[in-house]
């Protein structure tokens, strides 16, 4: 197999969870928080566990 070819420091990504910011009295974002942060949790689990480089190594 070829060297690595990337160039600098392998690729990281993040993740950003974003909950609708209105507040009143429909109650958006408390009734959003907790699954919307359980969400980007599960996916920066499945991330490096799940996908992998070319070279076969994990992403961060």
Known sequence: MAKNR??????????RPTIDGRR???????????????MAKRAAAAIP???????KCPLR
């Open 6 to 15: 990337l160039i600098g420091s392998y690729p990281v990504i993040g993740i």
């Open 24 to 38: 009143g009295a429909l109650k958006v974002r408390e009734s959003l928080e907790d699954q919307t942060m359980n």
């Open 49 to 55: 566990r799940d996908l992998r480089l070319r070279q």
